[in-house]
Every structure is written in C-alpha cells, then in structure tokens.
C-alpha cells in the first residue's frame, strides 16, 4: 500500500523479540507487500484444497490408482452402497447424530433459559461446568466415557456412542442459544405475562418462537460435529454396527483403498449440507439475520 | 421468587445429565489412576501412586516430551502460515472476505480422518507426489508427516480467531501507525501484532489443546518412532489393557493442558478489564 | 391496620383504582420505593413524575405484578394483589420498548390477550378491529411490527394493552423513545383516548411538561418518596419545596433567611414575602420565583423590586431569557416574551443595570 511512501527509517533495526510462543517473526518487509502476500495465498489455498480435490477426484477414478487418473466411474460409490457392513455404519452414523441433535438441542435450550433466566448461587458453577466439555480434549473424553459404561456394567453400542454424543454436544447449543436469549428482552416475556399468559405460556408461545432460528443452527451444529465424530464414537463404539469414521479408520489401518476415496466425499456433501442449512434455513423462515451471525451469537444486520 | 422458581426447574435436566455424564466418569478416572491391574488384568481402585511415577519413567517421558513438542510446532508453524492468510483476508479482502473465508473453512468440513488419510494418498509410497516426480520419498512415518498432519488438522482454528481479531480493529490504526513508525514491519510490529494478540493466544491455544492429545494423525501419519501421549492413551485403553496407567495419562495430560488454559483465561480476563478500563 | 381504619380513609373504598398502604420496596439496602401511600381514582389520569432513580418504575412495576413489595399492601378495586401474579391482575402495561411480538403480526399481536381469556373468535375480530381503529391503524392488521415505525408500534402497544379492557391502564414512559413533535401529537392523543375509554392511567414520565400536559393528578418522586401529589396547576403553582419548585417547569431558587415579613437575601437584599407560619425568623429557607413572574425595568405599583446586571441573554424564538445577577453566585432567570412590539435583545444589553420585580404572592418560600 504506502510502502513506497515510507520515510527512510533507519534499516538496520533486525526484527528482535520474538512473539508468544517463541517463534522467530514473520520475513521482512516484502511481507506487507500485497504482491508476495497474493502469491502466498494461492500457494496457501493449493496447500489446502489439493488434498481434498485429489480425494473427491480419484473418488471417480475407475482404476484403483492413486496416481493415475484412468477414466470416469463411480463403482467406489457403488462399492461403498453395496457393501453392508458400510451401509450398516452410514445408517447407525445418522441415527446416532438425529438422536443426538434432538436430545442435546432441547437439553441444551432448557439450559440456556435456566441460565440466563435464574438466579441461583449454583448459576456461576453450572455455567463453567457446561463450558467444560467446550474444553476437554477428545481423548479424555473418550476415555472417561469408556470408563463409565464400563463400571455401570452398560455394554457398549450405539446407545453408548449416543450418550457420550449428547453430553459434548450440550455446550453448543447453550452457547448458541444463550447469545439468542440474552439479545431477547425480558419486557417481551414481561408483556406477555401482562396480557394473561402464565410462564409456561410464555415460554412455549413467546421465547421459544423467538428462540427459533438459533436452536435450529444449534441443531444442524450439533448434527454435523455427531456425524463427523471419530475419537469419541471410537472409544464408546459397539463391535457392529460402528458409526462410520469408526470403519474408516478400519479401513485405512489397512492402507490406502479408492472406497475410502467415496466415503470421504460423501460425508463431505453431508457435513456441508448441514452446515449450510444451518447458515440458510433461519433465514428462509423469515429472519432477516443469517445463519452465521445466529451461530456467532450477534444481532442486527 | 415465582419466576425464579420457574426458571430454575429448567436447569435441572441439563445439569443432572452433565453431573452424570461428565463429571462422574472424570472423577472415575482420577480414582482409577492411583489403582492397578491384578494378575487377571482386571482394574482395581486403590490409592498408589505408581502410575505417576511410571510418567517419569525413561520410556514414557520422551513420549510425553514429543507430544508437547509437535504440538508447539504445529502451532509455530500454523502461526507462520495463519497469520498471513488472516491477514491478506482481513485487511484486502475487501468484498470477498466473507467467500475468502468461507474457502478457508470449507476444507474442515470434510472429515479429520479423510483429511488426514488425503495426505497419505498424496505422501504415501504409492501416493501421487511420488508417482508424478517418479520417485519413492519416504514422506510419512516420519516427524514432519506427524506434524504436517496436526497443522493441516488444526489450521482453521489457528485462522478464526486472528481473522476475527484484524476484523475487529480499526484500520485508521494501521494508518495512524504508518504515520507513527515509518515503515511497514515497525507498524506490523507496534500496532498491529498488540492489537491482534489476543487472537493470536486464543488460537494458538486452540490448535495446542487438541494436537497434544492427538492419536490420529501420529497413528496415521507417523511410524513407531512417533508415538505421542494419544497414542498412548488409547493403547492403554483398547490393545494394552492397562487402564489405570491409562488413566493416569490422561489425568496427566488433561492437568498439563488446564495450566494453560487457565493462563489464557486470565489474560483474556485481563484484556476485557483493560478495554472496559 | 384494620379494615375500620382503612374504610376511614376514604368514604367510598370502591372509587378508588389503586391503593398504596404504607408500601415499601428494598432492592439489598436501598429502599426503592419508602413507604408509599396513594390513592388514584378511577378513570383518572395519574402521573408518576420524577427523575430516574426516583422509583417511579418500581412503584409501576408492583402494580403489574412484576416486583413484589417488601412490606405493605397494594389494592386494585379494593382487593390486596401483593400475592397475584401479572396474569391474574385486571391491569394492563404499554412499555417503554413497546415489548411487541415480533414473531406475530399486528392483529395477532393485539389478540394475544383476548386468547388467553379464551374470548370466542368472532368476539376476538371485532374487538380488535375496534382497538385497532381507536388508535388510527384500521387496515394494518396483517403487517409484522418489524415494518412499523416507532409511533406505530406504540399505538399498537396501546391497542394491545386496551382490547382488553383493564380496570388500569400502566403506561411506562412510552413516548420517551419518539422525537419531540411525535410526542406531543401522541400526547394529545393519549388525553382524547382516555378520556373517550374512561379507564384509570397510571402514567410514569420523567418530563415534566409532559405530565403537566396530560395529568389530572401528579405525584413527584424523589428517591422513594412522594414529594407532593395534587393538579398539574396545584404543582406547579404551589409547590411544596425546593425540590418540587426545581423540578417543575424552570424556577429560581433564592437562598435567605427569614426576617420580619419578609425574606433577607443571601446578597443582603430583603424582599417583602408570604412568610408561612412554619417558618420562624432566622429560618433558613429558599424564595421560590417562575421566570415568567418576573418582570424587568417597567415594574407595577408594590411589586418586590431588586437590583442586577445582565448577565447573559438567551433567545428561544417564543421567549427570550434575561439572566440577571443580583449578587456573585445569585442570579436570576427572567422570561420576556417575544411579541410583535418589543423584542428583548434590542433593549436590554450585556452589562446593563435593571431593575426587576414581581408581585409579593407569585413568589413563595420554601424550607
């Protein structure tokens, strides 16, 4: 931009210091210079998307090859339908995420009311100890998880894979919620009671409709983290049917094979028609703010 | 009060099912990680502190030594390359910022797993880089494949937080700066970096919190010599069978992992006092 | 207190709308609202007047059942509320932010408590139709408040609030949000409806004019406590202290003590005044005078007359206003209306000696 413009400053100032994690700091000035910068962005985006395109691409291949691209063909697509025990997983994979969105998403919303709406000494406690989960590595969740189901003697399935699902799954949709409902006044809930309705009624005729377009991308969130899920289904997983990343990770264990190739791309058009009716369906319902802005918690345009 | 009464029944489910759910099987396996396994591999709570000295043993602490370290690289690195892409897209991206960020992100809606598993279809021995320069590089099992897998991993999270930061500022600074210090670099480094530091701790610490107790990529990606404290982990649970040794791992790495939150938290905490000031 | 007691103080318990008996409000150690003891009649129009923090809203919101009181009672039509929800009470809120439902439109919005009431259907429409057509928004039934302005919303607040027929109608300063020519117009048109509607309004402001405009009653606040409760004219003409005198309307507050039929200024001026009998000399007590009451140079026979220079001269179209120093630290505000033949600024200049005056009765001491 106005580098051009600088004034001579004195040059042989070397970049000292270093920033928070110790990191040498970033190459001088050509940094700033949009040029290089758009250079390193298309490299950047190469970096990123290479992996992916090479994935949805020999997805098709009709050869098992890696490395050559041998015609148009969707047999790994075919593979992947016909053989049962995969079909068997990508079934138990959406149960397990419809079960949880919908348990996780009405736990979650109750949460969020309570939170925002009551005043308890325990109110504090209870909202760290619902940003835990937010926090704890997947591996210690799954682990712990395992741990429980073991000592109440409940033997592990798609039910274990569920409950582990819906208690990390909870925070989300308090978080999602609460920003909803903090942006709700209380004079609307107010009015309502004025004009007759008792607090139940208000709750299920006026905040809930309000709370709408949240606890829907709240929901499709919540969906789309259940389908994708590997660590935690992988310690609470059943012999059969296992969730789908589980047989994947079966499958690679194995080395590389072209219906991993299929599987991969599909749950991807899955993942990103969740999340993108998250981001539309609050808006075709009337609203006038996105879906984004409904997940980052802000108002207004 | 009526209203608060009413309120607070909603609390009730939710916090039960995250008593039961969550906290009891923490508190399992911190009970479980002063126990032992009998002769019949069963797991017995007791109250030895064996496990723990085991985490100091030559064999394991070079694992735990790893683990911190590809996290810390993996970090560095996303840092190197984050930053900058945060940067063109925040401060150039003009119109286009919102689909320059939506590209960014698309990636990481395919699966960690697929994702991880492309970099072998592309490094592995058969895999394509080595077919198009008709090679046999041996890329994987080694650190660098280990820790190119966490950053390709965990890179969003590293993007995000310093994109919302550069966002957020206000671009009449970096003029303002440019005005002040002359050149380009003193204004990144005076105006800018301060400013965006924030988002610079919190993603960093999202990158660091999940690739310290990462298996997949290490499993996947990395060859004997690269176990990390995950992997670990999840052999104590599922091959090796030692789950009090298990669980004082992840006792170990969960308390290793809550220091530095903590430490973000009170930053975070500090700066909110500060701007509010 | 006994219910003999109570009957004593009013010959028909039923006209009165709303009883406060001996009402206090604590939010921790602050006492909101310090033992409140009102009555509002029905069908009046009734003002809660005072500046924020006063406890205007709190008194409001304990007649809506949204606080509890601490101590006391309130009685709507002669029945104790203190343990009845909102839903249960005959009253009826507009507020501030109008609180509309935004997920429903107009009618359905105005409805609302009609539903509740499990009025039948065609009632329902016609009720509301007729609401709708008292405050002026005939044939917007359909529209979402989103695409309202604010002075709609609030007629449909109105509306919402009136369909259904309250004993009370609570109104939390609703016009504070709309700017200054709506509200005027609006406060015109809230005077016709209750008096075309005849339910009791019990209306909270911190605009003095406001009040002053649309009250048969007012009642000033400050941190808790009634100052003062008669007419507008009562208020503002007789005020009972420095607080309500500063309050309402502009006046000027001359500090003296009192000294043989009359008050001697801080300045060392004395001035001729109706001492009250609670006030014995060497009081020490505030000459309350309305701007508007003084007048300059060309005083009427008898008229209390002082000495100053003019200060500072302030036009605001209708009025001009001449400030007057009488002593350092005591000055005055007159008010010279602006007519035809005499404009203000031409006769008297910055740094010009004037006399001015006022009749003995239109000032008055306060302690």
């Known amino acids: ?301 | 009060m009526n209203e608060n009464r009413f309120a607070s029944a909603f609390l009730v489910p939710g916090a039960v099912w995250m008593l039961l759910l969550f906290v009891a099987p923490l508190v399992f396996i911190l009970a479980l990680s002063f126990g032992y396994t009998d002769d019949l591999g069963e797991a017995i709570y007791s109250t030895r502190l064996d496990n723990y000295e085991r985490l100091v043993d030559p064999a394991y602490v070079p694992v735990l030594l790893r683990s911190v370290g590809f996290a810390l690289a993996a970090v560095v690195i996303c840092l190197l390359i984050g930053y900058p892409v945060a940067y063109y897209i925040a401060i150039f991206g003009g119109r286009w910022k919102n689909v320059l960020i939506a590209l960014v992100v698309l990636p990481f809606f395919v699966n960690y797993l697929i994702r991880t598993y492309a970099w072998i279809a592309l490094l592995g021995d058969d895999g394509m880089v080595n077919g198009v320069l008709d090679t046999s590089v041996r890329f994987l099992n080694t650190p660098y494949a280990v820790i190119g897998g966490l950053v390709y991993g965990f890179l969003a999270f590293m993007i995000l937080p310093i994109y919302a930061a550069l966002d957020r500022m206000d671009p009449s600074l970096i003029e303002a700066g440019k005005d002040l210090y002359g050149g380009p670099w003193q204004t990144f480094r005076h105006v800018t970096l301060p400013h965006t530091m924030q988002g610079v701790l919190a993603g960093s610490l999202l990158v660091f919190l999940p690739a310290v107790g990462d298996f997949v990529a290490a499993s996947l990606l990395g060859g004997p010599e690269e176990v990390m404290v995950g992997n670990l982990i999840q052999q104590q649970f599922q091959a090796s069978d030692n789950w009090p040794f298990g669980a004082a791992l992840t006792v170990a790495t969960m308390a290793f992992l809550l220091i530095f939150m903590l430490f973000y938290l009170r930053s975070a905490a500090r700066e909110a006092r500060e701007a509010t000031a | 207190m006994s219910g003999d007691t109570v009957r004593a103080h009013s010959a028909e318990p039923s006209a009165s709308a709303i009883r406060f008996e001996r009402v206090i409000k604590r939010f921790g150690e602050l006492a909101a609202v310090d033992d409140l003891n009102l009555e509002i009649r029905k069908g009046e129009f009734f003002s809660l007047l005072g500046p924020s923090g006063c406890g205007k809203t709190t008194t409001l919101r304990m007649v809506a059942g949204f606080d509890q009181p601490s101590q006391g009672h309130i009685y709507l039509d002669g029945e104790a509320v203190e343990t009845v929800p909102p839903y249960k009470r005959n009253v009826n809120t507009v507020f501030q932010s109008y609180a509309l439902f935004e997920h429903l439109n107009i009618e359905d919005n105005v409805a609302f408590g009609l539903k509740r009431r499990k009025v039948p259907s065609d009632e329902i429409r016609s009720r509301v139709a007729e609401a709708l057509e008292l405050v002026e928004l005939h044939g917007r039934g359909k529209a979402r408040p989103r695409e309202l302005s604010g002075g709609q919303k609030q007629r449909v607040a109105l509306a919402r609030a009136l369909v259904n027929r309250p004993s009370v109608l609570l109104l939390d300063e609703p016009l504070g949000a709309l700017d200054l020519k709506l509200r005027k117009q609006m406060q015109v048109e809230l005077k016709g409806i209750q008096r075309e509607v005849g339910i009791t309004f019990l209306y909270v402001t911190h605009d003095q004019e406001e009040a002053l405009a649309m009250s048969d009653r007012i009642a000033i606040m400050e941190r808790g406590v009634v100052k003062q409760c008669s007419s507008p004219e009562e208020v503002y003409e007789h005020p009972s202290g420095p607080f309500v005198a500063g309050f309402i309307g502009v006046s000027n507050l001359l500090n003296g003590v009192v000294q043989n039929g009359g008050v001697k200024l801080a300045s060392g001026a004395t001035c001729v005044a109706d001492v009250p009998s609670d006030c014995p000399p060497g009081s020490e007590v505030h000459l309350s005078v309305r701007p508007e009451k003084i007048w300059l140079d060309e005083l009427e026979e008898g008229m209390v007359a002082l000495d100053g220079t003019v200060v500072e001269r302030v036009y605001v179209g209708t009025t001009t206003q001449v400030i007057v120093e009488l002593a350092p630290g005591m000055r005055v505000t007159a008010l010279e209306q602006n007519v035809a033949r005499a404009r203000s600024d031409d006769r008297w200049q910055i740094g010009d000696r004037v006399r001015l005056g006022w009749h003995r009765e239109h000032a008055r001491v306060l302690r």
């Open chain 1, 1 to 301: 931009m106005s580098t051009v413009e600088s004034r001579p400053t004195a040059p042989a100032r070397p970049p000292a210091g270093a920033d928070a994690e110790g990191a040498p700091l970033k190459p001088p000035k050509a940094f700033d210079r949009p040029r290089f910068l758009k250079f390193f962005m298309g490299v950047f985006f190469l970096f990123l998307f290479v992996p992916i395109a090479l994935v949805v691409l020999f997805s098709f291949n009709s050869s098992r090859s890696l490395q050559d691209f041998q015609g148009f063909s969707t047999r790994w697509y075919q593979t992947f339908f016909e053989t049962e025990s995969l079909r068997d997983s990508l079934v138990a994979s959406l149960q397990i995420a419809l079960v949880t969105m919908v348990i996780a998403t009405i736990l979650g919303t109750m949460l969020a009311y309570g939170l925002v709406r009551a005043r308890t000494r325990v109110s504090s406690s209870l909202n760290v100890l619902m940003l835990l989960p937010l926090v704890t590595p997947e591996i210690v969740a799954g682990a712990s998880a395992l741990l429980l189901f073991t000592q109440v003697k409940l033997d592990l399935s798609l039910t274990t894979i569920i409950l582990a699902h819906i208690t990390f799954s909870i925070s989300y949709v308090t978080v999602v919620v609460r920003a909803r409902l903090v942006a709700l006044s209380r004079e609307v809930e107010e009015a309502s009671m004025d004009l007759g309705a008792t607090r139940w009624q208000t709750f299920r005729l006026v905040t809930l409709p309000a709370l709408w377009p949240a606890v829907l991308a709240a929901g499709l969130l919540v969906f789309a983290l259940s389908f994708d899920d590997f660590v935690l289904s992988f310690f609470t997983t059943g012999e059969s049917p296992q969730p789908l990343p589980v047989r994947i990770w079966a499958e690679i264990r194995f080395g590389v094979r072209p219906t991993i190739n299929a599987i991969g791309t599909f749950m991807l058009v899955i993942s990103v028609v969740s999340i993108g009716l998250a981001l539309l369906l609050p808006r075709l319902f009337g609203k006038r703010e996105s879906g984004l802005k409904v997940l980052l918690g802000r108002e207004g345009a």
